[in-house]
C-alpha cells in the first residue's frame, strides 16, 4: 500500500457469526454455523458508510 492510500481499521466482533450480516437458515456449513448478528450489522454499516463518506466516495446522506 503506498502512503497515499487511506488507514483502514480491522473490526473483530467477537460474538458475530461468519456471515453476521446476511440473514441465514439456521444451519451448519463446513463446521461453522453462520448467522445474523443485527448489532454487529449496524456498527459495519454505520462504519462504512463514515469511511466511505470521509473519503468522497459517498455523500453523507447515503444509507442502506
Known sequence: ????APEVKLV??????HAFDTMLPDRTLLAMR???????????RRQVIAF?????????????
Open 1 to 4: 500500500m503506498d502512503d497515499s
Open 12 to 17: 473483530v466482533y467477537p460474538r458475530a457469526p
Open 34 to 44: 453462520p448467522g445474523y448478528d443485527a448489532d454487529a450489522t449496524a456498527d459495519a
Open 52 to 64: 466511505l463518506t470521509a473519503h468522497g466516495l459517498i455523500s453523507g446522506s447515503s444509507s442502506r
